[in-house]
C-alpha cells in the first residue's frame, strides 16, 4: 500500500533527534578531541599530523552512531507500516484508494472479497464502478452516478460517512452496503484522491428485517405468548398477554405462573416441571386468572426449549371463552330439543339410565310415559306449522308443572313426549301421575284469539317390570300409548304383554304396507249405492282391499289407521284415485253406463297442500268429467277446522266433484256449518241404521239427518242397509239412496260390471 496516514510529528521528531544527536557529536568532538590529545600529552605538530586520523575517527564513529540511529527508525516505521497494513487487511470492511483521476491505486483484502462477491472483475480503475448496474439511497431512490459517493468526494471534496445504500452488479442482485467515502488531500488542501470504506449488510439487513417481522408477529399474535424459566417465572411476554391478563410487562416479569392460573398451585411447580421436561410438547386447557380476578378458560400449547443454555418452556395461550360457551351450547343442543329446549330422546336415554341406577339401589320402581297428542296432525296441517309449535309450548308448559324435581320431561319429535318418574314406590304412583297429566289437558290451550280443547293419549311402562334398559321401557311405553290412542285417545295405558306382541305385529305390518305399496298388492272393490225411488244403481263406493300374500285379503280397518299414522296413506289415497279413474274408464269402454264413483279420503290426503292440483292431475290423465267423481270425507275430519274446510271444499266444487260427508250422525256438526260447506250428500252411519227397527232414537236420529239433508237441498243416504226392515224404515223417511248387503256387499269390478250390464231395480218387499 503506497499511501500512509501522515504521521507528521512522530517523522519530525525521529529527523530532529538524528539531526541533534549529529549535532551533540560533532559539536563535543571538535571542542573536545584537540584539548583531550593536548592532554594527553601530544604537542601541537602531532595534533596537526594527527588531524586526518582525528577527521577519520571522527566521520567513522559518527557513521555507526547514525547507522544505529537510522536503523532505529526505520525499524520502528517498518514495523508501524506492518501493523497498520495488518490492520487494514484483516478488518472485514473493503478499503479503496483512488488518485485525482479515480484510478484505484490500492484497496485491501476485504475489498478484493467484496468485489468477487459482487461478480466486479474490472476494478483497477473507478471504472470498476461501471459494472455497478444501479445505486439506491436508503429510501429506494436512485441515484445518478455522478451523485454517488466516491464522485462526491472527488469532485467536491464532499465526505459521507456510512450511508445505507443498495447497489446492483452485473448479476443484477441487489446488495445493501454500508458506505463511507472522504477525499484525500495534500498539504495546501488540494484533493489527490479519494478513499471509500464499504461494509456488505445485506445478510445482516435480512436478518434484522426477520427479526423485525418475528417481532411483529408476536406483537400482534392473538394468542398470549410466555417464556417461563425453571422457577415457573416469566421471562418473555408479549402484549396479547398483558392485554389478556390485565398486567403490565414488568409486572408479569416479576409473578410466576401460578400467579395467574388458580388451578395451579405452587407447591406443584418442581413436580409440573419434570412432566414438561419428560413430555416437550403439550396442549391442556386450564384456566387463568386476570389482575382484576376474572379468570377465564384457555387452551395453553406449551414446547420446551433451550435459550442461552437454560431449560425454557414457551406457551401459545389461547383465550377459549367464546369457544368454551358454543361448546356448551351445542352440548346442549345436542341434548335437547330446540323447539321447546326440553331432554331430547339422547338425553331422556341417558336419564332413564340413571334412573335405573338409582332405583335400582333404592330398591324403588322407574315409570316411563310416552304421550302423543290425539289428532295433533290434523291440527298442526290444518292451522299451520307456527301455530302447530305454539301448541307444543303450551303442551310441554303444562307438562312441566306436572313432573316433580328429578323427573325428565322430553320431547322426542312432533307431538311425542316423554316423562322419567324417579320415585314409584308403586305401581299406583305412576297412574296417579297419568291422572294428573290427563286433568291438565282438561283446561282448553288459548291459541291467539282462540282456544284449543287437546288431549293425550298415555302408555307407561315401569322399571323393573316392563324391562331394564331404556329402549325395552320406551317401546314398552310406546305399545301402551298406542293402545291407549286405539281406544279413543283422552286415555291412559300400562304397558302388558299383549300390547308389546300387537306393537310387534304393527311395526311388521308397516313394513309389509310399504313393500305392498311397491309391488302393487292392492284392489279396489266397489259397493254400489241404489235410489230408493227407481231402485236402480246410481253410483259405487270404491273400497280399497289389500291382497297379502301370507294373511290373505286384510280389511281396511286393519291397515288405513296405520297408514294414515306413518303417512302412507298419501300414497295409498293417490293410488286409490287413480285406479278408480282407471276402472270408471275401463268400464265406460266396455260400453257400460257411467257411474258415479265415491273415494273416501283420509284428513291427511286432503289436507295435503297440493291435493287439489294432485286430484286434478289423475282427472286430466284419465280424462274424466269431475262430476263423476265423488269425494267421502268424514264428518269429524270437516269440523276439525271448518273455515280451512269449508274453502277447500269450495274450490274443489268449483271444479265440478260431488261431495258427500260420511259417518254423518257420529260427529258434532254445526248445522251454521254445515249451510256453509257445499256437499251434495250426508251419508247416515251404519251405526244407527242398525238398530233403527229396533230402537226409536237411532229411528229418530235416521229420520232427523234424512230430515237436515233435505232442508238443505241436499240428497240422504244410509250405508250399512242389511234387512228389509231398515230399508222399508228408510223408504219410510224418503231417504234418498241406501248402500249396503241388502243390496250388495262390496264387490270386485268384473261383478259390479256384470251388475251394470244387467240393471234389474231393486224392489224389496217387507
Ligand atoms: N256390516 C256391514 N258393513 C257394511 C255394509 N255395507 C257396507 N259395509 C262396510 O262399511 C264400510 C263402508 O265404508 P266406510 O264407512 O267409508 O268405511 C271405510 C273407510 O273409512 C275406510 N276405507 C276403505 N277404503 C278406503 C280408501 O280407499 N281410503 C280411505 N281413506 N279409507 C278407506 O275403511 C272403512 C272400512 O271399509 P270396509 O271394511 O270396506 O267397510 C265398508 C263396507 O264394506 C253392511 O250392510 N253391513
Request: some cysteine; aromatic content about 8%; hydrophobic content about 40%.
Amino acid at each position: 500500500m503506497s499511501y500512509r496516514p501522515s504521521k507528521k510529528s512522530t517523522f519530525l521528531s525521529t529527523a530532529s533527534g538524528i539531526a541533534l544527536t549529529y549535532a551533540l557529536i560533532s559539536l563535543l568532538w571538535i571542542y573536545l578531541s584537540d584539548s583531550l590529545l593536548l592532554a594527553l600529552g601530544i604537542d601541537l605538530l602531532s595534533l596537526s599530523k594527527l588531524q586526518t586520523w582525528k577527521g577519520s575517527v571522527f566521520v567513522f564513529c559518527t557513521a555507526m552512531v547514525l547507522f544505529f540511529l537510522l536503523r532505529n527508525a526505520i525499524k520502528r516505521a517498518l514495523y508501524g507500516e506492518a501493523l497498520f497494513r495488518k490492520v487494514v487487511e484483516t478488518i472485514p470492511t473493503g478499503i479503496w484508494v483512488v488518485d485525482r483521476e479515480g484510478n484505484v491505486v490500492d484497496c485491501n483484502f476485504a475489498a478484493h472479497g467484496l468485489l468477487q462477491e459482487f461478480g466486479i472483475q474490472a476494478y483497477n480503475d473507478i471504472q470498476g464502478y461501471a459494472e455497478i448496474q444501479g445505486w439506491w439511497s436508503d429510501n429506494g431512490q436512485p441515484v445518478h452516478p455522478d451523485e454517488w459517493g466516491i464522485s462526491r468526494s472527488l469532485s467536491r471534496g464532499e465526505t459521507c460517512l456510512r450511508e445505507k445504500i443498495d447497489i446492483a452488479c452485473t448479476d443484477g442482485v441487489r446488495r445493501t452496503v454500508l458506505y463511507t467515502s472522504l477525499p484525500l488531500k495534500s498539504e495546501n488542501g488540494a484533493i489527490t484522491g479519494a478513499m471509500a470504506l464499504v461494509q456488505d449488510i445485506t445478510e445482516k439487513r435480512k436478518t434484522d428485517e426477520v427479526l423485525r417481522r418475528f417481532r411483529f408477529s408476536i406483537e400482534q399474535a392473538s394468542e398470549a405468548i410466555f417464556w417461563i424459566n425453571d422457577e415457573g417465572r416469566f421471562l418473555f411476554v408479549n402484549d396479547q398477554a398483558c392485554h389478556s391478563l390485565g398486567y403490565s410487562a414488568s409486572e408479569l416479569e416479576s409473578l410466576h405462573l401460578w400467579d395467574i392460573d388458580p388451578d395451579f398451585p405452587a407447591e406443584r411447580w418442581a413436580e409440573q416441571w419434570e412432566r414438561m421436561k419428560s413430555d416437550p410438547k403439550q396442549v391442556f386447557e386450564t384456566r387463568h386468572q386476570r389482575k382484576d380476578g376474572r379468570i377465564f378458560p384457555v387452551e395453553v400449547s406449551a414446547s420446551q426449549c433451550l435459550f442461552n443454555n437454560e431449560e425454557n418452556h414457551v406457551a401459545f395461550v389461547r383465550d377459549i371463552t367464546i369457544r368454551k360457551k358454543y361448546e356448551k351450547e351445542l352440548e346442549h343442543q345436542s341434548n335437547h330439543d330446540a323447539l321447546t329446549g326440553l331432554a331430547n330422546r339422547v338425553l331422556l336415554d341417558d336419564r332413564i339410565q340413571q334412573a335405573i341406577v338409582h332405583a335400582e339401589r333404592a330398591q324403588r320402581n322407574t315409570a316411563v310415559f310416552l304421550l302423543d297428542l290425539d289428532r295433533f296432525k290434523v291440527i298442526n296441517d290444518s292451522l299451520g306449522h307456527s301455530q302447530g309449535d305454539a301448541v307444543l309450548l303450551a303442551v310441554a308448559e303444562r307438562l312441566s308443572a306436572c313432573i316433580s324435581p328429578g323427573d325428565t320431561l322430553s320431547r322426542l319429535g312432533g307431538d311425542e313426549f316423554a316423562i322419567v318418574m324417579t320415585h314409584v314406590n308403586h305401581p299406583a304412583d305412576a297412574r296417579i301421575m297419568a291422572q294428573k297429566i290427563l286433568n291438565a289437558f282438561e283446561q282448553p290451550f288459548p291459541l291467539g284469539n282462540r282456544e284449543l280443547r287437546i288431549t293425550t293419549s298415555i302408555g307407561a311402562s315401569l322399571y323393573p317390570r316392563d324391562g331394564e334398559q331404556s329402549e325395552d321401557l320406551l317401546r314398552h311405553a310406546d305399545a301402551a300409548m298406542y293402545q291407549a290412542k286405539k281406544q279413543g285417545g283422552n286415555g291412559f295405558q300400562f304397558c302388558s304383554e299383549e300390547m308389546d306382541t300387537r306393537a310387534h305385529k304393527a311395526l311388521e305390518l308397516e313394513g309389509d304396507l310399504r313393500q305392498a305399496l311397491q309391488l302393487g298388492s292392492f284392489v279396489l272393490h266397489y259397493q254400489p249405492k241404489v235410489k230408493i225411488a227407481s231402485g236402480k244403481i246410481d253410483g259405487c263406493e270404491a273400497l280399497v282391499r289389500w291382497n297379502h300374500p301370507d294373511k290373505g285379503m286384510i280389511s281396511p280397518d286393519d291397515f288405513i289407521p296405520l297408514a294414515e299414522e306413518t303417512g302412507l296413506i298419501i300414497a295409498l289415497g293417490e293410488w286409490v284415485l287413480r285406479e278408480a279413474c282407471r276402472q270408471f274408464k275401463a268400464w265406460q269402454a266396455q260400453g257400460l253406463p257411467p257411474i258415479k264413483i265415491a273415494v273416501n279420503l283420509s284428513a291427511r290426503q286432503f289436507l295435503q297442500s297440493d291435493f287439489v292440483e294432485s286430484i286434478q292431475t289423475i282427472l286430466h290423465e284419465f280424462d274424466i268429467d269431475p262430476h263423476w267423481l265423488d269425494l267421502e270425507l268424514t264428518e269429524s275430519m270437516v269440523m276439525e277446522d271448518p273455515d280451512r274446510i269449508a274453502k277447500l271444499l269450495a274450490e274443489l266444487k268449483q271444479i265440478g266433484f260431488a261431495l258427500s260427508l260420511d259417518d254423518f250422525g257420529t260427529g258434532y256438526s254445526s248445522l251454521n256449518y254445515l249451510r256453509r260447506f257445499p256437499i251434495d250428500c250426508l251419508k247416515i252411519d251404519r251405526s244407527f241404521i242398525l238398530d233403527v227397527a229396533s230402537d226409536a232414537t237411532a229411528a229418530s236420529v235416521a229420520n232427523s239427518v234424512i230430515g237436515i239433508a233435505h232442508s238443505l237441498g241436499i240428497h240422504a243416504i244410509a250405508e250399512g242397509v242389511e234387512t228389509r226392515e231398515q230399508y222399508a224404515f228408510l223408504a219410510m223417511c224418503e231417504c234418498d239412496s241406501i248402500q249396503g248387503y241388502l243390496f250388495s256387499k262390496p264387490l270386485p269390478a268384473n261383478d259390479l260390471a256384470a251388475l251394470l250390464a244387467n240393471p234389474t231395480p231393486f224392489k224389496p218387499t217387507t
